[in-house]
């Protein structure tokens, strides 16, 4: 299902606001809430989070907008049994990536740590990114690619660069060989989310995905010196680009299937 010029012209200011928030932590990031050990910052972000979602409705109420974006449960088991097996490695694989690189650890943090910062942090993170960079960036994308043939394709990887670069605000001061080596991987990452949401239709799919690879990174909350080693970011390239390929696969698959039909 495409979409008309007015809904792409709504969307995407959409995408770019919410884009802007989610990059900048603005405005929450300005307060600073203190539980325990969990770093200040992190429950205003998750308000930010809450406050994007409260825009969004708000707007696409508005606007009367009722693209499918996949919130659904129509294929939701059968995609996670389908397509979820290849993550969860790549997350196992990202754990003991951080772990190798982390070790031996230096911090000892509280229950409350754990939960908000390596855990519920990270939902709203995979909430909130696989809506805008997904769920509209990549269908925007798709919808104006209309008259190619490969539009899916393009939009998968455009977004996936999109993706990508949009996490280097966050790598600003780490080495230029760990920003290039992050990037990558996050566009790998990213490729993988777009294809199975693609795949299933259903954005619940690669937000559960997004959530549970995130999670993995949880070592971090045990050290106080955040740094990645070269051993960890060399596991993680080649995770993420062999994840990658796998996706390239099955997008292969696909568009044979397709002409087959034809």
Known sequence: MGMDKKTITILLILCLVIAFMDITGLPCVLLRIRIADVDPVIIPLMINFCLIGIIAFLVLRFFKITYPFGFTTDGLAEGLKKYGLPGIAAGILSFIAFFIGLYPF???PSVYKILIEGILYYVGVAIVEEFYVRG???NIVE?????KDNKTVIAILVSSLVFGLGHIPGMI???IAVIAFKVISTIGM???FGTIYKKTNNIWV???MHALIDVFALPYC???NIRYEPVSL???IITYTALALYCGLLLRKNQDTDKEKL
Do not use: R
């Open 206 to 208: 690669p937000i559960i």
């Open 222 to 224: 045990f050290t106080l």
């Open 106 to 108: 230096d911090y000892s």
């Open 190 to 192: 990213g490729i993988y």
């Open 234 to 236: 060399v596991i993680l």
């Open 143 to 147: 919808s104006l690619a209309y008259c």
């Open 173 to 175: 001061g780490m080495g």
């Open 136 to 138: 509209l960036f990549l």
